[in-house]
């Protein structure tokens, strides 16, 4: 048993390492690189990229790091043997005792729950979700793509990841003339044309390894740039004063919808109300800096390979020295 863990504690360090160079990088952009002057589906784009950079600088180093391991699993066999002193592998030149394996297998196990965990509660809560869309969308009148509830408050919501459905109440309708319900359907159609739900979805199981205030950062950009890209499209319909008086005019008569998915008054009502009365310059992002950021991590990487003996030799005396 700890010959299985002081196998696996090397690649422990390695994805902490991973995560923490990951999560560094992340707040190190927002705070520095994060520019509002991007169009919505860029910002979109850059979170998603954000969202998964921990994992990948995760799943990099370990890679870059014990790929040899992975081909030569054998302890002390030909990988170990290169190695002139003591290193991270599970080789007979290493033993950290009963105490310090235990705590190895503590955290590691530790680890692999919290992730596992925090998955199986996004599935739980997506599941509830999408039993009650489901539920509503039954009782609900109308055809396969747009359905009415039967409810006085104003919803409206894009509900759905398979197969999604726009659930609009009855209560919007009667208050919103003819022209601002079109554009309400059209603002929720825009969801279900840009798959937002399934991308949510993903974006949510990216950020289970953030900490929680960096991911609420990052999920607020995130639901901001989706609204204002399907504002966008009801704007290129409709024309940008209709949009906007239809945020105001939700807004004005209920408050936001407390519930999973895209209600229409969603995001920071007054920043898309502003945008579309007073559209800024926005630009598209180029992909230079995007290819300069993936070309400088994936030369990490290949320089962590190519040394991957010395920053073991390296981590092992460290280690030898603490424990």
């Not at 066999?77 to 030149?93: E, F, M, T, V």
Request: net charge positive; hydrophobic share 50%; charged share 15%.
């Amino acid at each position: 048993m700890m010959d299985w863990v002081a196998g696996l504690w090397p690649l422990v360090i390695v994805a902490l390492t991973g995560w923490l160079i990951g999560v560094l990088c992340v707040l190190f952009m927002l705070i520095g690189l994060w520019r509002e002057n991007l169009t919505p589906s860029c910002r979109a784009r850059q979170v998603l990229f954000l969202a998964a950079l921990p994992w990948m600088t995760m799943v990099g180093g370990l890679v870059a790091v014990h790929g040899s391991v992975l081909l030569d699993v054998g302890a002390g066999g030909g990988h170990c043997a290169a190695h002139s002193h003591i290193h991270l592998h599970a080789c007979p030149l290493i033993n950290n005792g009963w105490v310090a394996g235990t705590l190895e297998l503590v955290v590691t196990l530790g680890l692999i729950a919290a992730v596992i965990g925090a998955w199986v509660r996004l599935g739980c809560r997506e599941w509830q979700f999408h039993r009650r869309a489901s539920g509503l969308a039954g009782l609900a009148a109308g055809g396969a793509r747009y359905r009415v509830l039967e409810d006085d408050r104003m919803l409206a919501f894009a509900a759905g990841v398979a197969r999604p459905v726009v659930l609009v109440s009855s209560g919007l309708l009667q208050r919103l003339s003819y022209r601002q319900c079109r554009v309400v359907m059209a603002h929720e159609a825009a969801h279900i044309r840009h798959r937002d739900g399934l991308r949510t979805l993903m974006v949510e199981v990216f950020l289970v390894v953030l900490p929680a205030w960096l991911a609420g950062r990052l999920r607020e950009y995130w639901r901001q740039a989706l609204e204002e890209s399907a504002d966008d499209v009801a704007a290129s319909r409709f024309g940008r004063e209709a949009v906007a008086e239809t945020l105001i005019r939700i807004a004005r008569a209920s408050q936001s919808p407390v519930v999973a998915g895209f209600p229409v008054a969603g995001g920071q009502v007054v920043k898309r109300v502003r945008r579309q009365l007073f559209p800024p310059e926005e630009r598209p992002r180029r992909p230079v800096l995007a290819t300069l950021q993936g070309g400088l991590l994936a030369g990490v990487f290949c320089v962590a390979g190519s040394h991957h003996h010395a920053l073991e030799t390296l981590a092992s005396i460290w280690l030898a020295g603490s424990l």
